[in-house]
């Protein structure tokens, strides 16, 4: 099943993001800048549980929150809603796939994105790791 919506979060999110300057000149995507979320969910290697250990999370780079089985406090996740890169139109189904990824594993994080539109607008909802880690996200030691 988790499979499964991994495989809907690359499609839904498919042309979602532009490529990011700077990012991984192999996939185009880094945690810290984000990127094509189909190359993100190859790059950060998403198809398997593990430890967030990088300092900074934006955009694409976010859904390594997917299977994240812990962060670092002083990490810094920058959300926004699934998006065109041109138009910025919000892509509901886009942000429903992450709403499941999400939510499988931590949906007191859903709730607070929720709670405050992140994933309506193409506008940064910043989150530091010992904020979700008030959510139900394990801290790395």
Known sequence: MKLLYALMLVTAL?????MSPGGDKD???TAAHGGDPRRCWQALHLDKPRPATGVSYHSAGTM???????VKANSQWWFHGAHHPVTKEISYEGNAVLRRAYGLRYP???DYLDNRG???TTRWT????LELSR???PLCN
Not at 14 to 18: H, L, M, P, Q, V
Not at 64 to 70: F, I, K, N, V, Y
Not at 126 to 129: I, P
């Open 14 to 18: 498919s042309g979602c993001s532009a």
């Open 27 to 29: 996939y185009g995507c």
């Open 64 to 70: 390594s929150l997917a299977h994240a089985t812990c």
């Open 108 to 110: 007191a994080v859903v």
């Open 118 to 120: 992140a994933l309506t």
């Open 126 to 129: 910043k989150m530091s790791g």
């Open 135 to 137: 959510l139900g996200v």
